[in-house]
């Protein structure tokens, strides 16, 4: 495994952490819970796919995976955004991990768009 692989697993599960933070501190409403629960959920689940990459056993199954992390990833921005939109949480506090997950949604479209053009390559 690459160093950047591993910075990534690193990356991915120090954001799950911070997710779990964030949905700890939030307000015990109804709203806050459900949102944030969702988010959780998602946020959670972007380095756990990540990890799973690494175990496909074709390239297409790798691609798979990364497209799993980024369809959750684009599910924990819109959770947050709705987070925030709601005035639930100040957009100061969230955005940092606002742009962490716009940064991830970055890298793994990237990823997936790099790994697809080496397959057609072959």
């Keep these: ?22 949905y700890c501190a939030l307000p015990k409403t109804t709203e806050a819970q ?23 056993r074709s ?3 790798f691609i798979a995976k ?9 599910e924990t921005a819109y959770w947050l955004d709705l987070l925030v939109e709601s005035e639930i949480v100040a957009v100061e506090k969230m955005a940092s991990l606002q742009n962490e997950v716009n940064q991830l949604i970055a890298i793994f479209t990237a990823i997936s768009i790099r790994k697809k053009a080496n397959m057609r390559k072959q």
């Design 66 to 74: 990364i497209g799993d992390c980024l369809k959750e990833a684009d």
């Design 59 to 61: 390239a297409e199954e």
């Design 34 to 56: 459900v949102l944030g629960k969702q988010a959780l959920r998602s946020g959670t689940s972007i380095g756990a796919n990540y990890r799973e990459a690494f175990r496909a």
């Design 1 to 22: 495994m690459s160093n950047q692989q591993t910075d990534l697993r690193e990356r991915t599960k120090a954001f799950a952490l911070r997710i779990v933070r964030m």
